[in-house]
């Protein structure tokens, strides 16, 4: 492994160091999502979801996709580092209690 490719996994994995950045990945595993449904699950402001998505996106683990005034984010699947994002995942507990509480509360269908 050269020092590029040492960087590059280090700063994977430093990105992935954040719970919420990780429960995010989690989350997109399952389903893609926008802004405003990770907003709600974290009880955090637009900028401060938008920062850590810009992360992820720069980092190129997630996409994004517009739909009408929607952003719609998902993981990016071709990136050389999505298997092991995928087997890191495997020691996260799963995610899917969230989309069930956004579901209850109304707000899973937000964005449609």
């Not at 926008?34 to 938008?50: G, K, L, R, Y």
């Not at 993981?75 to 996260?92: A, G, I, R, S, T």
């Not at 509480?101 to 899973?108: A, I, M, N, S, V």
């Amino acid at each position: 492994m050269s020092n590029e490719q040492l960087e590059a996994t280090a700063n994977i994995l430093k990105l992935l160091g954040d719970k919420t950045r990780l429960s995010m990945i989690g989350m997109l595993l399952i389903n893609e999502c926008c802004v405003c449904e990770f907003v709600d699950v974290f009880h955090m402001s637009q900028p401060a979801i938008s920062q850590h998505l810009r992360k992820l996106k720069d980092a190129g683990l997630v996409k994004e996709q517009r739909r009408g005034q929607w952003i719609i984010y998902s993981l990016d699947q071709d990136n050389k580092h999505f298997p092991m994002v995928k087997e890191v995942l495997k020691y996260v507990p799963k995610q899917e209690d969230k989309f069930i509480w956004l579901e209850e509360k109304g707000l899973r269908i937000s964005c449609d």
